[in-house]
């Protein structure tokens, strides 16, 4: 399997990143799929409405409407897309990107092994609602009788009440990227995490730094295999889509803050035999 997979970003996101990278006159790397030649160049602008680079060349490296991919760096994360070569008015080169753009990330590099090194904390707003003489979750509506009882008490809800509880949960995050998180939960736990379902408002929390992730959607829970028969536990799967661009880089550069913490840790560790 291959260290590397690659995130799709949405449009928004996508025209961001486009005028970061002119804005910053950065550089875009194009090459023809399959051959190992592959040029350099500086982008001086980006027309939004035609989804164009415009790069600081007068260069005619391949014909018109050549199909190439491409790829450039912004703040320590890669980008890649398919574009399409052509001509401005003033003869420069122009890189057509109606395509697809997509983020890199290496497994072994990118993704931080959180545990047991670091403490990091992921906390879930949890939305219940009440109905009549039960508390119903609205993540698998599993009646769970009594369990708000004293809450209730303390509102003097009527049988027919309804009333909107806010729970939070917090667990201890095992590995985590840009694009997601991994968790173990126990058997009763495991009921919040269904399938596809979305969390809004999720706390990244880091000993010194607490960051707001607007959605987390849950992609997989599976059975993970403990040393105790009689413990059941199940690790959850999560994915942060429709990331705005501050959350990204602030999560990116807080991962690669640590993992360069790990490095250096490592390295001393070597000097030091």
Same mark, same amino acid.
């Given at each position: 399997m291959s260290d590397t997979y690659f995130s799709k970003l949405d449009p928004k996101e996508k025209e961001s990143r486009l005028v970061q990278l002119a804005t910053s006159r950065g550089r875009v790397t194009i090459w023809i799929k399959g051959q190992k030649s592959k040029l350099l160049y500086q982008v001086i602008d980006f027309e939004k409405d035609r989804l164009e680079l415009l790069l600081d060349s007068k260069d005619k490296p391949f014909p018109k409407g050549t199909k190439l991919l491409c790829s450039f760096e912004l703040r320590g994360m890669y980008f890649f897309g398919e574009v399409a070569i052509n001509e401005s008015i003033v003869s420069s080169i122009v890189l057509e990107i109606k395509g697809q753009l997509y983020k890199s990330e290496k497994r072994a590099s990118y993704r931080l092994l959180t545990y047991p090194i670091?403490? $990091?904390?992921?906390?879930? !707003?949890?939305?219940?609602?009440?109905?009549? #003489?039960?508390? +119903? @979750?609205?993540?698998?509506?599993?009646?769970?009788?009594?369990?708000?009882?004293?809450?209730?008490?303390?509102?003097?809800?009527?049988?027919?009440a309804e009333v909107e509880v806010h729970q939070l $949960?917090?667990?201890?995050? !095992?590995?985590?990227?840009?694009?997601?998180? #991994?968790?173990? +939960? @126990?058997?009763?736990?495991?009921?919040?995490?269904?399938?596809?379902?979305?969390?809004?408002?999720?706390?990244?929390?880091?000993?010194?730094?607490?960051?707001?992730?607007?959605?987390?959607? $849950?992609?997989?829970?599976?059975?993970?295999?403990?040393?105790?028969?009689?413990?059941?536990?199940?690790?959850?799967?999560l994915h942060f889509p429709n990331m705005p661009t501050i959350v990204d880089e602030s999560l990116g550069k807080k991962i690669n803050e640590l993992l360069r913490e790990i490095d250096f840790n490592k390295d001393f560790e070597n000097f030091s035999k």
């Open positions: 670091y403490d $990091v904390y992921a906390e879930f !707003q949890l939305e219940e609602s009440y109905e009549g #003489s039960n508390v +119903v @979750g609205i993540k698998n509506r599993t009646t769970q009788t009594g369990l708000f009882k004293n809450f209730l008490k303390l509102l003097e809800a009527k049988d027919e $949960v917090k667990y201890r995050v !095992q590995d985590l990227s840009t694009t997601g998180m #991994s968790l173990h +939960v @126990g058997e009763l736990e495991a009921q919040y995490f269904s399938k596809n379902y979305v969390f809004q408002e999720t706390k990244i929390i880091f000993p010194d730094q607490v960051l707001i992730i607007p959605e987390v959607k $849950v992609v997989y829970v599976v059975n993970y295999i403990t040393g105790d028969k009689n413990v059941k536990k199940y690790k959850v799967g």
